[in-house]
């Protein structure tokens, strides 16, 4: 018998020269006279859907098979194509990063194809100076530091860029580098400039964050983390919380993956543009198997307050709640950089002192996990919202996993 799991919801462009991506074709197998030749489904329509799976304890549960699970999209069932544990070593806080000794080569970034096999993490960095005020530089530095000395592996690989033009710094396993490249950090006094030229800038990072996400789905097998720092996105998908409902309100309203309607802005607008680029950021991460955890670097007099809860994710009603009931809040849970965590099974964390617990979770979240894949039945590049399921062979284990993906649309 099969138990529905709980759903807990959730600097220089970095081009696409970044990660090289060629397709790499191999000779096909031979047939024998008056044999039809095999079909050959292209891994571009997999979809893989990371999952963990923890008992009452909030441990880890690692024996579980494939035939444990049951995977629905949209209420129908799925076959399940792969099925994998990726069980990587935490790393080791007794062994932090020890700077190279003087003289040594300098980084060679790494060249990705598509296909490639690739043992650690894989981390990006959206650092937007666009937003930031150049006083918080140093705050985002130490956030993305402590990240890459403490938390990286040596297998895992990792890239910067800034949402300006300046340089960072491509893929590479060379924690040095990624630390020299925060040198050139600094934020902007731009950021003060009014709402309409916001919402023009906003386009343009959403638009670099869909593109780095386009280009991590060429990697299959890992569940990718791209961790975007600023402290507002600007475009906004409604004004005020609605209830939660299971279908659309109208045929001008769209289902978020949270199950909640988003109040259209009026149409060929700036605000509008901008909200429908935030909505193809959402589906290109989801495509690619990119959870995205949007960080706010500034504090204001309230810290302590992380949306939603790090700890055991309650979703947007709750994340509605909080916001509430706090004070001096500055930027509302409906603001974009929120929507792209909570929509991709990120999450955000704002108007916090410490961030190590949200990083430590990141790393748990991409270290320990059930990577499913399956060929949907509906094959529709209609770029409709999927919503997914998964169903347990046992009903005292919980699940977490990306609540909903966007099909790819032609």
């Given at each position: 018998?099969?138990?529905?799991a709980?759903?807990?919801?959730?600097?220089?462009?970095?081009?696409?020269?970044?990660?090289?991506?060629?397709?790499?074709?191999?000779?096909?197998?031979?047939?024998?006279?008056?044999?039809?030749?095999?079909?050959?489904?292209?891994?571009?329509?997999?979809?893989?859907?990371?999952?963990?799976?923890?008992?009452k304890?909030?441990?880890?549960?690692?024996?579980?098979?494939?035939?444990?699970?049951?995977?629905?999209?949209?209420?129908?069932?799925?076959?399940?194509?792969?099925?994998?544990?990726?069980d990587?070593?935490?790393?080791?806080?007794?062994?932090?990063?020890?700077?190279?000794?003087?003289?040594?080569?300098?980084?060679?970034?790494?060249?990705?194809?598509?296909?490639?096999?690739?043992?650690?993490?894989?981390?990006?960095?959206?650092?937007d100076?666009?937003?930031?005020?150049?006083?918080?530089?140093?705050r985002?530095?130490?956030?993305?530091?402590?990240?890459?000395?403490?938390?990286?592996?040596?297998?895992?690989?990792?890239?910067?860029?800034?949402?300006?033009?300046?340089?960072?710094?491509?893929?590479?396993?060379?924690?040095?580098?990624?630390?020299?490249?925060?040198?050139?950090?600094?934020?902007?006094?731009?950021?003060?400039?009014?709402?309409?030229?916001?919402?023009?800038?906003?386009?343009?990072?959403?638009?670099?964050?869909?593109?780095m996400?386009?280009?991590?789905?060429?990697?299959?097998?890992?569940?990718?983390?791209?961790?975007?720092?600023?402290?507002?996105?600007?475009?906004v998908?409604?004004?005020?919380?609605?209830?939660?409902?299971?279908?659309?309100?109208?045929?001008?309203?769209?289902?978020?993956?949270?199950?909640?309607?988003?109040?259209?802005?009026?149409?060929?607008?700036?605000?509008?543009?901008?909200?429908?680029?935030?909505?193809?950021?959402?589906?290109?991460?989801?495509?690619?198997?990119?959870?995205?955890?949007?960080?706010?670097?500034?504090?204001t007099?309230?810290?302590?307050?992380?949306?939603?809860?790090?700890?055991?994710?309650?979703?947007?009603d709750?994340?509605?709640?909080?916001?509430?009931?706090?004070?001096?809040?500055?930027?509302?849970?409906?603001?974009?950089?929120?929507?792209?965590?909570?929509?991709?099974?990120?999450?955000?964390?704002?108007?916090?002192?410490?961030?190590?617990?949200?990083?430590?979770?990141?790393?748990?979240?991409?270290?320990?996990?059930y990577?499913?894949?399956?060929?949907?039945?509906?094959?529709?590049?209609?770029?409709?919202?999927?919503?997914?399921?998964?169903?347990?062979?046992?009903?005292?284990?919980?699940?977490?996993?990306?609540?909903?993906?966007?099909?790819?649309?032609?």
């Amino acid at each position: 018998m099969f138990h529905r799991a709980t759903v807990i919801a959730a600097s220089s462009f970095l081009a696409l020269s970044l990660l090289t991506v060629s397709a790499r074709q191999s000779q096909p197998p031979q047939v024998a006279a008056g044999q039809a030749p095999p079909t050959f489904r292209t891994g571009v329509n997999l979809v893989e859907l990371p999952v963990r799976i923890t008992d009452k304890q909030s441990n880890f549960v690692r024996d579980l098979k494939p035939s444990d699970f049951e995977v629905y999209e949209d209420g129908v069932r799925q076959e399940i194509a792969s099925f994998r544990l990726v069980d990587l070593p935490l790393p080791d806080p007794k062994k932090p990063f020890v700077e190279p000794r003087s003289g040594a080569a300098p980084a060679t970034p790494l060249v990705l194809h598509e296909g490639d096999s690739i043992d650690g993490r894989i981390y990006l960095f959206v650092l937007d100076d666009y937003h930031l005020l150049p006083q918080y530089s140093y705050r985002v530095k130490v956030i993305v530091e402590s990240f890459v000395r403490q938390r990286m592996g040596p297998q895992d690989i990792a890239a910067i860029t800034y949402t300006s033009q300046t340089p960072g710094q491509d893929f590479t396993r060379d924690r040095r580098a990624l630390v020299s490249s925060l040198g050139r950090f600094m934020g902007s006094l731009d950021a003060l400039e009014p709402g309409g030229t916001q919402f023009v800038k906003s386009i343009a990072v959403l638009d670099k964050i869909r593109s780095m996400a386009e280009v991590l789905g060429h990697i299959r097998g890992r569940h990718k983390a791209l961790m975007f720092i600023t402290p507002t996105l600007g475009c906004v998908t409604q004004e005020q919380a609605l209830p939660a409902v299971s279908a659309p309100a109208s045929p001008t309203g769209l289902i978020s993956g949270n199950l909640r309607v988003v109040k259209l802005p009026t149409p060929n607008t700036t605000p509008s543009r901008c909200f429908n680029t935030l909505w193809d950021s959402v589906s290109a991460a989801t495509q690619a198997n990119v959870s995205i955890y949007s960080f706010d670097p500034t504090v204001t007099e309230n810290p302590g307050w992380a949306s939603p809860s790090i700890d055991g994710r309650g979703g947007p009603d709750t994340a509605v709640q909080l916001q509430q009931a706090s004070d001096g809040n500055p930027t509302s849970v409906f603001d974009g950089a929120r929507v792209l965590a909570s929509e991709t099974g990120g999450f955000s964390v704002f108007n916090v002192n410490n961030f190590n617990k949200a990083l430590d979770r990141i790393v748990r979240e991409h270290s320990l996990y059930y990577l499913i894949g399956y060929y949907p039945s509906n094959d529709k590049a209609d770029g409709k919202l999927r919503k997914n399921a998964v169903a347990l062979s046992r009903n005292d284990v919980q699940a977490s996993y990306r609540p909903a993906y966007t099909a790819p649309k032609n």
